[in-house]
C-alpha cells in the first residue's frame, strides 16, 4: 500500500467515525477530489452545503468557500484544512469600501460575487456565482442601478451579454486575467478544431474568442454533452482530474499550463487528514454577520 492509499484509507475511515462530510472544489489536488464526498463548483458546493446534516464538513477550497458553508449549514464544525488558502480576488473589496461605495450609490442593487469575503458578503443585496450570475443578474428589474463586485471581468461579460449596465468594481482573478487573446491563439493553431473553454473569470476579449464561457460545472457538462474528442480548457489547472476521470474517451488541453491558483494547490492530503482528526482551523464568523452575509446568499440560492 503506498502512503497515499494510507492516507486515503484513513480519511475514509475517520469520516465515518466523525460523522464529517468532505466537500472539494473542482481546482483542488486529484486526491483530494477522489477522496471527498462531494466535488463541485462554487454554486454546488453551497447548494451542498446548505442541505448537509454533518455533524463536521472539511471544506476543501479557499476561505470563502468554508465561509459560504458555515453560513449556510452554521451548526456545523466546519473546518478549513489550510486556513491560510484565500481568493485573492475575494481581497480586493473590503466592507469599509462598499458601505462607502453604498452611500454614493443609495438606490443601487449590489451583486456580490460569492468570491468575496463574509464582511462583504453582510454588505450587499444578493450574492451570485460564476454559474448562476447571468440568472441573478437578470432578476433584477429593469431601470435598476447595479454595483456588480468584485470581479471585474465577469461583471463586463454579464453586461456584453444581458445588454445591462453595471457599474464594476476593479477586481479580478490574477489566474484568469493573465489569459490573453495570444494565448488563445497560440492554443488554437496548436489544437485546431478543438472547441475552447474559457471561465467567465477571463477578460471579456478572451470571451469573444472562445467557443463557450462558464463555470468549472459549465465545463464538465458542455464536454459530458458534446461530440468533439478533444477540448481547450481555459481555467484553473485542477479542474483537468475531473475532465479526464470522467470523459475517458477524451483528451483535454490546458489553454497555458500556468493557469495553477496557488491558493487551492495549498491542500494536501495530509492537512486533511489532520482537519478530520483534530477539527482544525473551523471557521468562525462574527455573529453580527451571519444572518446578513446568510441571507444574501440564501436569495441567490431561492432564485
Ligand atoms: P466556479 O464558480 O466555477 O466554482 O469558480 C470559482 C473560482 O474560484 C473560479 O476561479
Ligand atoms: Fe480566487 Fe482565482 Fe483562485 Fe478562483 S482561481 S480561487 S478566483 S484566485
Given amino acids: 500500500m503506498s502512503d497515499t492509499d494510507r492516507i486515503m484509507a484513513e480519511i475514509r475511515r475517520l469520516k465515518a467515525e466523525k460523522n464529517a462530510v468532505i466537500l472539494a472544489h473542482n481546482y483542488v489536488a486529484g486526491e483530494i477530489q477522489d477522496v471527498a464526498d462531494f466535488v463541485g463548483d462554487s454554486l454546488e458546493l453551497s447548494i451542498r452545503a446548505a442541505k448537509l446534516k454533518a455533524d463536521r464538513i472539511v471544506f476543501c477550497g479557499v476561505r470563502f468557500m468554508g ?19 484565500d481568493c485573492p480576488m475575494a481581497r480586493m473589496a473590503s466592507a469599509p469600501a462598499v458601505r462607502a461605495m453604498r452611500e454614493k450609490h443609495p ?21 451570485c456565482t460564476s454559474g448562476n450570475a447571468e440568472r441573478v443578474v437578470a432578476s433584477i428589474p429593469p431601470g435598476k442601478e447595479i454595483v456588480f463586485l468584485p470581479d471585474r471581468n465577469l461583471g463586463a461579460n454579464l453586461m456584453k ?11 479580478c482573478c490574477p489566474i484568469h486575467d493573465q489569459v490573453t487573446p495570444e494565448m488563445v491563439k497560440r492554443a488554437r493553431t496548436a489544437h485546431p478544431g478543438a472547441p475552447l473553454l474559457v471561465h467567465l473569470e477571463c477578460r471579456p476579449e478572451v470571451v469573444a474568442l472562445a467557443d463557450a464561457a462558464m463555470s468549472t460545472a459549465g465545463m464538465l457538462k458542455f ?13 484553473e489547472s485542477g479542474i483537468l482530474h475531473r475532465l479526464g476521470r470522467e470523459n475517458p474517451g477524451k483528451r483535454f488541453h490546458a489553454l497555458e499550463p500556468e493557469l495553477i491558483c496557488r491558493d487551492m494547490k495549498k491542500l494536501t492530503l495530509p492537512m486533511v487528514l489532520e482537519a478530520l482528526k483534530t477539527g482544525q482551523t473551523p471557521v468562525e464568523l462574527a455573529r453580527e454577520l451571519q444572518t446578513p452575509a446568510a441571507d444574501a446568499i440564501r436569495r441567490m440560492l431561492e432564485l
Fill in 107 to 127: 438606490d443601487a442593487v449590489f451583486v456580490a460575487y460569492v468570491n468575496s469575503t463574509a464582511e462583504v458578503k453582510a454588505q450587499v443585496d444578493i450574492c
Fill in 67 to 85: 465561509e459560504t458553508g458555515k453560513l449556510l449549514s452554521p451548526d456545523a464544525l466546519v473546518v478549513l484544512p489550510a486556513p491560510d488558502a
Fill in 161 to 171: 451579454k444581458l445588454g445591462r449596465p453595471m457599474i464594476l468594481w476593479d477586481g
Fill in 223 to 235: 464536454v459530458q454533452e458534446s461530440a468533439a474528442e478533444e477540448f481547450i480548457i481555459g481555467t
